[in-house]
């Protein structure tokens, strides 16, 4: 039977092979050692949740809720942006509530998109930041760059050599996969051009609070301007350690901020109220929940680079997310990511997100998420020192698994 045509558009989801390979080795027995997606371990704090228990008695608060946010919780978005960014919102205009980041990005592309519209998106990138302007109906122009001076000439190609201009610029830094950070410099320049050539720039800010060199992130809306051209998406999945809760902001220009919020409203009732009400309690906090999740990653990220530096695979240190972005050692580099990761979970029980899954771009690396504590970390080091020396003693004995079928 034909695919449905917004089905064929995607391409095989990557990350299921390898959930797949995990499934069946977790029910021979093997101890996976699971690195791979980005779920949080981390308990949501307990001011959070006794917050939510507090309301949820509340029978008035199990009635529908606000698609677009109840008006405390756009509030206290719009704070923590006064005091976290300097950036001063409206809350009645430019903050909408989303069901999570992934599902504001979906809902924007739908919004905002017309069949054909060229959106300028990099690669590596999170799958949905393309991937939803595709099911929009738009197309998608691959930006192979990083956030350096090397960033608005690419731009500048891709306005030259598309038809119809293109319609939007994608974002996200810190960067989910690769940890890259921008300054406010970069921004600064970007938003320049935007506002020059007419273009959105629409910006995934998630990975905002989870940084470790002593330098926060900034938002692409401090520059003066920005306002007029940009939306910036935030989720408490990583920051608070709520990621089941699904709860996220859209904030920005008011025009894109409307007719996300129109969308919106045909398609969801907003997240249960207890649910925002114990997001408003968590970012009129003090702060502290956030920065002690902040160094417990920092603290996973030292003890990850070490130990599988250890292991003799040399990982750069991620600045900022809770991802490192890891070369694949040069001995497998020509298996690409997807195979490379089989054989992890093969000979290691260690899984890792296949680069590929971010682009075509990524295939040359693996994303290593640090959602184990220390001790399984040091645990999947020793795994992988283990594997590499044998395949360096008998590398016949160590191919892809596709091979095996």
């Not at 939510?52 to 509030?75: A, K, N, Q």
């Not at 401090?222 to 709860?247: C, H, L, N, Y």
């Not at 249960?272 to 003090?286: C, E, M, R, Y």
Request: aromatic letters at 8%; hydrophobic letters at 40%.
């Amino acid at each position: 039977m034909e695919e449905f045509h917004k089905v064929r558009r995607l391409p095989p989801y990557v990350f299921e092979q390898v959930n797949r390979l995990k499934a069946s080795a977790r029910s021979r027995g093997a101890d996976i050692i699971d690195l791979g997606m980005g779920n949080p371990d981390l308990p949501t704090p307990k001011a959070i949740v006794d917050k939510l228990c507090e309301v949820v008695r509340d029978p008035r608060t199990h009635r529908y809720s606000s698609s677009r946010g109840i008006p405390g919780l756009r509030r206290a978005q719009a704070n923590y942006y006064a005091r976290r960014f300097g950036v001063k919102l409206d809350a009645d205009t430019q903050v909408v509530a989303t069901l999570g980041s992934k599902e504001g990005f979906a809902n924007m592309a739908q919004a905002i998109t017309a069949p054909g519209d060229v959106i300028l998106c990099p690669n590596p990138t999170y799958p949905i930041h393309a991937f939803g302007f595709i099911m929009s109906g738009g197309v998608i122009r691959s930006l192979q760059v990083e956030p350096d001076d090397g960033f608005i000439p690419a731009l500048e190609r891709g306005i030259r050599h598309s038809i119809p201009k293109p319609l939007a610029l994608i974002l996200n830094y810190p960067s989910n996969p690769t940890a890259l950070v921008a300054s406010l410099d970069f921004y600064r320049d970007v938003v320049a051009f935007a506002r020059k050539n007419d273009i959105i720039i629409l910006s995934d800010l998630a990975y905002s609070e989870i940084y470790f060199d002593g330098n926060p992130p900034p938002s692409v809306l401090q520059v003066p301007g920005a306002i007029d051209v940009a939306v910036e998406f935030t989720s408490m999945s990583k920051t608070f350690s709520m990621p089941g809760w699904r709860m996220g902001f859209a904030v920005g220009n008011e025009r894109l901020i409307s007719a996300l919020t129109r969308v919106k409203s045909y398609l969801d009732y907003g997240a249960f109220t207890p649910i925002q009400v114990a997001a408003a309690h968590a970012l009129n906090g003090d702060g502290a929940d956030i920065a002690e999740v902040r160094d417990i990653y920092h603290k996973r990220r030292d003890v990850m680079v070490d130990a599988f530096s250890r292991a003799g695979w040399i990982i750069p240190a991620p600045a900022a997310s809770m991802f490192a972005w890891a070369p694949i050692p040069e001995p497998f580099r020509h298996l690409g990511s997807l195979e490379f990761s089989k054989l992890l979970i093969e000979h290691a029980d260690v899984a890792v997100a296949p680069g590929v899954g971010f682009g075509e771009h990524g295939d040359d690396h693996v994303r290593i998420a640090l959602v184990e504590n220390e001790h399984r970390i040091r645990q999947a080091a020793r795994n992988i020192k283990r594997f590499l020396a044998s395949s360096a003693k008998q590398p016949n004995n160590v191919v892809p698994l596709a091979a095996h079928r």
